[in-house]
Antibody, heavy 124, light 115 residues
C-alpha cells in the first residue's frame, strides 16, 4: 500500500524559505521507474506542477519556478524534500507530494498516488 | 495562450454522458501527446483516472470504472474525457495533464456538476 504524507510549516513570512518534507511508504525511491513529485494548488485554483525527482536522482523543475526550487531525496529515510526560496503571498497553496511512475521508460512520469496535502500560508 | 485549456464548468444530468475537453494550444499536435486525467473532489487530493494517447495506447487507473474513458478529437486538437452513466458521485473537478517541453503542464480544470 503506497502512502505519502507532507509535512512542514503552515505559516511562513514573505521572503522566507519554505522547506517541505514528503515521507512515504509502500515503495522505494531506489527502484527503477519510480519518482516523487510536488504539485501545489492555491485556494480555489488549479493544480500547478513544481518538481519531480526520479529514482536515479534525475530532477525536473517547473520552468517558471526553477530558480526558486530544490528537490532532494533521502532513500534511506523514504523522504523527499522540497525547498522554495523567497516566498510570497501568491505562493499560498496546498502543497501535495505524489508517487510517480512511467510505463514507457522515458522521463514522462505521471502521478498515481497523492498525499493529502499541506496548506502553506504566506503572510507577515 | 495557455498550453492546455479546459472549460471552467460543465453540467449534465444523472445517467447522461459528459465529454470534458482539454484543448491543446495551437501548434501543439494532440496526436503526439499522452493525456492524463485526474478527478478531484472537494477537500481531497486529485485521483488518477486514466491515460490516453490512442486506442492502442491507453491505460485505466487502478479501480477506475470503465464508464470513464479517454479519446481525442484531432480536428479540435483536444483530448476528451468521456464519462458515461453519470452519477452524483462524479461531481468533481477534472484536470488534464501532459508533458510539454520537458515539463508537466496541468489544464485549468473543469468543474462538473451533476444535476
Amino acid at each position: 500500500q503506497i502512502t505519502l504524507k507532507e509535512s512542514g510549516p503552515t505559516l511562513v513570512k514573505p521572503t522566507q524559505t519554505l522547506t517541505l518534507t514528503c515521507t512515504f511508504s509502500g515503495f522505494s525511491l531506489s527502484t527503477s521507474g519510480v519518482g516523487v513529485g510536488w504539485i501545489r494548488q492555491p485556494p480555489g485554483k488549479a493544480l500547478e506542477w513544481l518538481a519531480l525527482i526520479y529514482w536515479d536522482d534525475d530532477k525536473r523543475y517547473s520552468p517558471s519556478l526553477k530558480s526558486r526550487l530544490t528537490i532532494t531525496k533521502d532513500t534511506s529515510k523514504n523522504q523527499v524534500v522540497l525547498t522554495m526560496t523567497n516566498m510570497d503571498p501568491v505562493d499560498t497553496a496546498t502543497y501535495y507530494c505524489a508517487h510517480s511512475r512511467n510505463d514507457y521508460g522515458d522521463y514522462k512520469y505521471y502521478f498515481d498516488y497523492w498525499g493529502q496535502g499541506t496548506l502553506v500560508t504566506v503572510s507577515s | 495562450q495557455a498550453v492546455l485549456t479546459q472549460p471552467a464548468s460543465l453540467s449534465a444530468s444523472p445517467g447522461a454522458s459528459a465529454s470534458l475537453t482539454c484543448t491543446l494550444r495551437s501548434g501543439i499536435n494532440v496526436g503526439t501527446y499522452r493525456i492524463y486525467w485526474y478527478q478531484q473532489k472537494p477537500g481531497s487530493p486529485p485521483q488518477y483516472l486514466l491515460r490516453y494517447k490512442s486506442d492502442s495506447d491507453k491505460q485505466q487507473g487502478s479501480g477506475v470504472p470503465s464508464r470513464f474513458s479517454g479519446s481525442k478529437d484531432a480536428s479540435a486538437n483536444a483530448g476528451i474525457l468521456l464519462i458515461s452513466g453519470l452519477q452524483s458521485e462524479d461531481e468533481a473537478d477534472y484536470y488534464c495533464m501532459i508533458w510539454h517541453s520537458s515539463a508537466v503542464v496541468f489544464g485549468g480544470g473543469t468543474k462538473l456538476t451533476v444535476l
